[in-house]
């Protein structure tokens, strides 16, 4: 009867010796957090662009974004790195990378071919009253 025992605990003893499974919970429990991608993201996306248009459907141009705290809404990039990037820049020539939308030059010019190009958008009727003008100061 011991034998019979005996042969019946050694599934049981390998399996509560084999710590492999625990160690890779551990491992993974311990492990470093993958780090966010840089850049401005929609639902775990990266976005690549913005256009804004004004109620009436026209595209707008050269339109600086900020969130809620005043923060630049940026896509940030380097002229290295995206050499047709048409940058909008400060009198002092710092390059602003929260304006939108995002236009390219041709290719070894300064010239951007097709300025109003964006994706096809069904823009839906607005029917909430415009704000009032307000007087400037």
């Known amino acids: 009867m011991n034998i019979v025992l005996l042969f019946a605990a050694i599934p049981i003893v390998a399996q509560v010796t084999d710590t492999s499974r625990l160690d890779s919970l551990a491992a993974r429990a311990n492990a470093p957090l993958p780090l966010p991608p840089l850049g401005l993201l929609y639902n775990g996306v990266r976005v690549e662009n913005i256009y804004p248009y004004s109620r009436d459907g026209r595209l707008l141009h050269d339109v600086l974004l900020y969130d809620s705290t005043g923060r630049a809404i940026e896509i940030p990039t ?3 790195f995206d050499p047709n990037r048409r940058f909008v820049v400060t009198i002092g020539n710092r ?4 304006v939108f939308p995002i236009r390219y030059y041709e290719p070894g010019t300064r010239r951007v071919a097709r300025p109003d190009a964006a994706p096809f958008v069904k823009l839906p009727p607005v ?3 415009r704000l009032p003008a307000t007087k400037k100061k």
Do not use: G, Y
């Open 78 to 80: 380097h002229r290295a």
């Open 95 to 98: 390059p602003l990378f929260n």
């Open 127 to 129: 029917l909430t009253p």
